[in-house]
């Protein structure tokens, strides 16, 4: 299973998310939000909320 979090450092959210998932002791690719408003985040998540965990492809949106 390959994770990745894409979600901003300061993002309270995306800090529950990360905490849980280093409590589970799993794996995961953290990836930087420069701006909500990005083509590139938008294409990730079309309602431009934080955080998305991207689970084989497949991603699940806000905590």
Same mark, same amino acid.
């Given at each position: 299973m &390959?994770?990745?979090l894409?979600?901003r450092h300061? #993002? *309270?959210?995306?800090?529950? +998310?990360?905490? +849980? !998932? #280093?409590? &589970?002791r !799993?794996?995961?690719?953290?990836v930087a939000?420069? *701006? !909500?408003?990005?083509?590139?985040y938008? &294409?990730? #998540?079309?309602?431009?909320?934080?955080?998305? !965990?991207?689970?084989d492809?497949r991603?699940?949106?806000?905590?």
């Open positions: &390959k994770l990745r894409h979600t300061q #993002n *309270s959210a995306g800090q529950r +998310v990360r905490i +849980v !998932l #280093n409590l &589970k !799993l794996a995961y690719e953290y939000i420069p *701006s !909500l408003s990005s083509d590139a938008g &294409k990730i #998540n079309p309602q431009r909320l934080m955080p998305a !965990l991207e689970i492809g991603i699940v949106a806000q905590s």
